[in-house]
Every structure is written in structure tokens, then in C-alpha cells.
């Protein structure tokens, strides 16, 4: 997870869940057949609406406002979506705190800072943003999440079905979506820990789907005279020699190497002992739902070991070797150590 860049899809569009019934889901002694063909027939209509909501999201003009809810936290944000021709056109503004804006036209974004003056371009690192959060074929979900209807709701106005995806495994969290009824786009998506508590949720607080105007999505700030213009050093890269074995579901989708900032802000003073900028190398696994990411520097010294939890992300940073390593996903802790402990630099 890069993390300003994972983080960032955590923040736009992260998250999902589980509404009941987190227990993984165990091979029963007595009654598999009879289990079986009806957990068979259940899951094929479901895939088919878990299908429609990957498909609307992408596919749709809709714009609206959401909220991001973290533990206390809570945060709103507007999204802006238009397919014209064969582009696909986005925008997302950050409503709180300081003001941010991300504009993408296909894989291309950019990147608004207008406090600090400056404009970012990358490459789309992730597919997961919020509502196009699901970045996988449904049929792959269902070996690692069992599909469960869970009734009908009501979403910024709009009625919406329920689904429920409740992990096979204590390696992933569960999501329960509620996509709308008439259009198949999705509304709300919480994400619940093992005891069946909501850890984040992101939902619609209002929405407009079609008759979008192509001008919305523009960028707000069309002057940027003398902004400082900044293309992110992102580059694929050989990282094979780092045998890592994540949990099964989870396959590896890009390895890169990227520059990042110590300083966070352009002009502010480096980090004591530390320069500025400093290349990492990043791995990335996806089970189409949650995200792993490990994170490979050179030096560990003058750093602290040790795991924190915001929401559902868990973040755990250790040295070995020569490198410091710091791994994250929106998993349980327990995903993460076994990641972590698995990690083997092999030489060539």
C-alpha cells in the first residue's frame, strides 16, 4: 500500500462488510450435500447482483456525496463519475479539512493541492476507490467469502439490496454491500471485525445517477500558473527476489519502486538524519476486496518496531537485515504477521 496512495483508497474508497454472522464457515460433519446445493444456488444469484454492482459502478454517470467513517473519525467527500466515449472520467473532492481534489481521466490522475501549490500526476495504482470497490470476478470471492442475502434497506433515499460476504477464513475481514435496486450501484459498505462489529463503513449521503454533466468532472482549479507540476517516481521493478507468501485468496497484482517524501509538505524541513526523499520498493497482493502491501527500504535505523490498528487497516513495521520492512492491509493483525513473518530476501 503506498502509503499515501493506499491510504488515499482507503480514505475514498475503501471499505465494506459483513452485516451478521462473521463465524467462518467450517466444513460441517453432518448435512454437506444438503448445505452444499443450497449455499450453491443462493451464491449464483448473488454473484450475478455482486456482478451488476462491479459493472454499474463503472459504467455509470452518478455523482454524489459520501461518508467516511472510521472508529470516531468521519470524513465526506464528493465523487463525480462520467463515461464519454472511451474514457472514463472521475472526480474526487475532499469536503473536510483541507481542501484536495483528484481527477482521473482512465489509468491518469492528478492530483489538486491547492494550499501548497501543487499538482501530482501518477499513474492509478489501485481499482478499489469507492463505489468501485470490488476489483475481482465474483466466482473468485466466493471460495474465500460465503454470499448471503441480508433483506432490503434504505440508502440516501434510494431502497437498496443487501449482501453479505462472510470470510471462510480468520484472514480477512467480512463486507456487507447495499447496492441500489434499480441501477445495481452501490450505496454502503461496512466492514466488520470478527466479533461482528462495524470497524468502517462508507455510504452515500446523497446521490444523482445519470443525466451527469460531462463538465463536472473537470478540475476546479483551472489556473495553475505557478503551481509546482510533480510526477510521481513510480516504476515497475523486479522485486522477486523477496519470497512472500501471503494468505490464500491473495495474489500479487504490481511490485514498483516509487520516491517518497519525508516531509510531507513541499518547503517544510527534512526529517532529522533522514533525506527528504528516499526510494522504496512496494509489493502489492489482492484477494479483489481487501489489499496487502509490503513495503521494502534500505537502512532501519533510529526506528521503532511495532503493529498499529486504524479501522481495519493494520500496520506492523519491523527490521531485517540491512531493510526496514513495513507491511499493511485492510486485514486482521493476524494476516498481516503471517505476511510479515514470511518474508525471505533470497540472493540471486
Not at 261 to 277: H, I, L, M
Request: hydrophobic residues 40%; contains cysteine; charged residues 25%.
Amino acid at each position: 500500500m503506498h502509503l499515501t496512495g493506499r491510504l488515499y483508497g482507503v480514505l475514498c474508497l475503501l471499505a465494506t462488510l459483513l452485516g451478521f454472522s462473521l463465524t467462518p464457515s467450517a466444513q460441517a460433519a453432518d448435512g454437506v450435500s444438503t448445505t452444499a446445493a443450497s449455499e450453491a444456488t443462493t451464491s449464483s444469484a448473488l454473484l450475478a447482483q455482486l456482478q451488476k454492482m462491479q459493472s454499474a459502478a463503472q459504467r455509470l454517470n452518478y455523482s454524489g456525496s459520501f461518508v467516511y467513517q472510521q472508529a470516531a473519525q468521519m470524513r465526506s467527500s464528493r465523487v463525480t463519475h462520467v463515461v464519454a466515449g472511451k474514457s472514463e472520467l472521475e472526480k474526487l473532492e475532499l469536503l473536510d479539512g483541507k481542501p484536495r481534489e483528484f481527477v482521473r481521466d482512465n489509468e491518469d490522475v492528478a492530483s489538486y493541492d491547492p494550499d501548497q501549490r501543487i499538482v501530482r500526476r501518477e499513474k492509478r495504482v489501485t481499482r478499489d476507490t469507492f463505489p468501485a470497490i470490488v476489483d475481482a470476478r465474483p466466482e473468485d470471492l466466493a471460495r474465500f467469502y460465503r454470499l448471503q442475502s441480508d433483506g432490503d434497506e434504505r440508502v440516501a433515499g434510494r431502497s437498496c439490496q443487501a449482501i453479505v460476504l462472510a470470510p471462510r477464513d480468520k484472514l480477512r475481514y467480512g463486507y456487507r454491500f447495499c447496492a441500489d435496486q434499480a441501477t445495481g450501484l452501490l450505496l454502503r459498505a461496512q466492514t466488520l471485525d470478527g466479533r461482528g462489529e462495524v470497524i468502517e463503513q462508507i455510504a452515500f449521503t446523497q446521490i444523482d445517477i445519470g443525466g451527469i454533466d460531462r463538465a463536472r468532472v473537470n478540475p476546479t482549479y483551472k489556473d495553475t500558473r505557478g503551481w509546482r507540476i510533480e510526477k510521481a517516481a513510480l516504476v515497475p521493478a523486479d522485486l522477486s527476489a523477496w519470497q512472500i507468501t501471503p494468505p490464500p485468496g491473495f495474489r500479487k497484482i504490481q511490485q514498483v519502486r516509487r520516491v517518497i517524501s519525508d516531509s510531507g509538505e513541499a518547503g517544510a524541513a527534512p526529517v532529522q538524519n533522514r533525506p527528504a526523499e528516499r526510494e522504496v520498493s512496494q509489493i502489492v497482493f489482492s484477494d479483489g476486496l481487501a489489499a496487502i502491501s509490503v513495503f521494502i527500504e534500505p537502512g532501519s535505523q533510529g526506528r521503532e518496531e511495532g503493529t498499529i490498528q486504524q479501522g481495519a487497516m493494520n500496520i506492523l513495521g519491523r527490521r531485517q537485515g540491512d531493510y526496514w520492512l513495513t507491511v499493511v492491509g485492510e486485514v486482521p493483525a493476524a494476516a498481516i504477521r503471517q505476511v510479515a513473518n514470511s518474508i525471505e530476501l533470497k540472493s540471486k
